[in-house]
């Protein structure tokens, strides 16, 4: 399976990038009074991205033999992935206040460039950890 690691690799960067600009558009528009980013087959389109993003991720993991909860790093951004979906949550729909979605989508969008900045490093402390030096 290892011959097939760039394809892999780039499918899950693929899904990142269309996984974070998705959300930037649907919560953009949510806070612009939008309908559209909860109708079905946005959620829907939503839901394959991420799929994908995820079988990709485990592909990787069994590929490299490199674990959450083993390796630093992947354990920040599993920890990481848990909040983003929490905040994206309350970003798009579970925010009872526009000042609250305002808050939780904003706050999203940082958790998302930091657990990329963590897969770039390959450490936990992602972009911090490039700047120290």
Request: charged letters at 10%; aromatic letters at 12%; one cysteine or more.
């Amino acid at each position: 399976m290892i011959e097939f690691y760039g394809q892999i690799k780039w499918v899950h960067v693929a899904a990142v990038i269309a996984s974070g600009v998705l959300f930037l558009l649907r919560g953009i528009a949510v806070q612009a009074g939008a309908r559209w980013p909860m109708a079905a087959p946005v959620r829907w389109l939503s839901v394959a991205i991420d799929s994908t993003l995820l079988t990709a991720a485990l592909m990787l993991v069994s590929i490299l033999h490199q674990y959450p909860f083993v390796q630093a790093w992947l354990t920040v951004k599993v920890c990481l992935l848990v909040v983003y979906i929490g905040l994206g949550m309350f970003a798009l729909k579970r925010g009872r206040t526009p000042r609250t979605r305002l808050f939780c989508f904003s706050a999203a969008l940082a958790v998302y460039a930091f657990i990329i900045s963590v897969a770039i490093a390959h450490h936990p402390l992602g972009v911090f950890f490039l700047l120290k030096d």
